[in-house]
Nanobody, 127 residues
Framework: QVQLVESGGGLVQTGGSLRLSCAAS????????MGWFRQAPGKEREFVAG????????YYADSVKGRFTISRDNGKNTVYLQMRSLKPEDTAVYYC????????????????????WGQGTQVTVSS
């Protein structure tokens, strides 16, 4: 089993920044993928960003490209989501997700493709 714990959420004004962290523990894996999803009230959970544990390619939703950056620190088993130029529409619960599988194409964007999930952290952007 893999445990994922998110932190770093909070309340920020429009245009502000936050950095979310996701610490992995348990039977962690050197390969596979990590992703960030978010879910706003009354909406479906949506993909935000993804990265391979080994590094290399990153993937972003169109709505966050150029504003959010996903990165990882393998030594700390931690993945980060740096969020800049935040907008009220970024308000949501943000979830970290992981899978030991190698993803291709649409798997990145599909919540059901991930095997492990954190409990979520609230991000609220005030206007």
């Amino acid at each position: 089993q893999v445990q994922l714990v998110e932190s770093g959420g909070g309340l920020v004004q429009t245009g502000g920044s936050l950095r979310l962290s996701c610490a992995a523990s348990g039977r962690t894996f050197s390969r596979g993928v990590m992703g960030w999803f978010r879910q706003a009230p009354g909406k479906e959970r949506e993909f935000v960003a993804g990265i391979y544990w080994s590094g290399g390619s990153t993937y972003y939703a169109d709505s966050v490209k150029g504003r959010f950056t996903i990165s990882r620190d393998n030594g700390k088993n931690t993945v980060y989501l740096q969020m800049r130029s935040l907008k009220p529409e970024d308000t949501a619960v943000y979830y970290c997700a992981a899978s030991p599988k190698v993803f291709y194409g649409s798997s990145w964007y599909t919540s059901g493709a991930y095997d492990y999930w954190g409990q979520g952290t609230q991000v609220t952007v005030s206007s």
